[in-house]
């Protein structure tokens, strides 16, 4: 039987067998909102984004899979769903991201989970929003362990995003027991808000790394390595603001006013 998650809380991923687990899914299931209207009603698409990002043992940022880089060493995303289910839950996970132990990359030791509602609509105002955890594929669910229905509970009233969780290698699930819900005058956990700011300290460094080289000076590996350090700061950068700039705390969104100022870009208000 699942298990219903609650904050705080540490699941072992174990096998009934006793054997080691090679992969698992996390899943997220909504629906879009019907408006009735006079002469018909109006389906309101619903967009909810789920990302994962990756952290080593020094808590140093790795990588980051969510809708707009499917994929990474062993991690997976399914597509960016829009819409939600139209006409009723049809019992699938609109959007999944699977993990395959065996295929990531060794300094990974801890993935987070985050989802946000692209489109700024509350949680508590989307139909049957769910998430769930479980052994096998994106097309086989062999176990399911543990599940979270989002609009049974008040504390996601007003609320845009959530950090489902953080996978740690060897130690199981858990449910931050501070990690919160946050929306327009949000909060987030010490731990993730902190990841936040390294993510962004990084890319800023990446950056003005970027902006004092001459490519041509240097050898083909140098140049290599130039151009992952490219690809290294737009996955920074695009993470950051779909995750942490403007949304989880003041600290947060002051970070991306400067990081904007640095690219000189408009500065987003934090005024809450």
Not at 39 to 55: E, G, N, Q, T, Y
Request: charged share 20%; glycine share 8%; hydrophobic share 40%.
């Amino acid at each position: 039987m699942a298990i219903n998650l609650v904050k705080g809380q540490k699941i072992s991923l174990a096998k009934d067998d006793g054997g080691h687990l090679h992969s698992f899914c996390v899943g997220a299931n909504w629906g879009a909102i019907t408006e009735k209207g006079f002469f018909r009603d109006k389906i309101k698409p619903v967009d909810l984004d789920l990302s994962a990002a990756m952290f080593d043992s020094n808590k140093q940022f790795c990588d980051v899979v969510y809708f707009g880089k499917k994929s990474a060493p062993g991690v997976f995303h399914s597509g960016d769903d829009l819409v939600g289910d139209v006409g009723g839950d049809d019992g699938l996970d609109n959007e999944i991201i699977s993990v395959d132990l065996s295929r990531l990359n060794s300094n990974v030791e801890q993935i987070f989970f985050v989802l946000n509602s692209y489109n700024q609509i509350d949680f508590d105002k989307i139909p049957f929003a769910s998430i769930r955890l479980y052994e096998g594929t994106p097309t086989r669910v062999n176990k399911v362990f543990a599940s979270y229905n989002i609009v049974r509970y008040s504390a996601f009233a007003y609320k845009v995003a959530m950090i489902l969780g953080a996978f740690e290698i060897e130690g199981g699930y858990e449910i931050p027991p501070s990690a919160q819900t946050y929306g327009n005058a949000p909060v987030i956990s010490d731990e993730m808000m902190q990841e936040c700011v390294k993510i962004y300290n990084k890319a800023l460094a990446i950056e003005r790394a970027l902006n004092s080289t001459f490519v041509n000076r240097y050898s083909s590996e140098e140049v290599n390595l130039y151009n992952q350090n490219v690809r290294m700061h737009s996955q920074l950068i695009d993470w950051f603001n779909a995750n942490c700039a403007g949304k989880q705390s003041y600290s947060a969104c002051k970070a991306a006013q400067e990081l904007n100022r640095q690219r000189g870009l408009p500065e987003q208000s934090c005024g809450y």
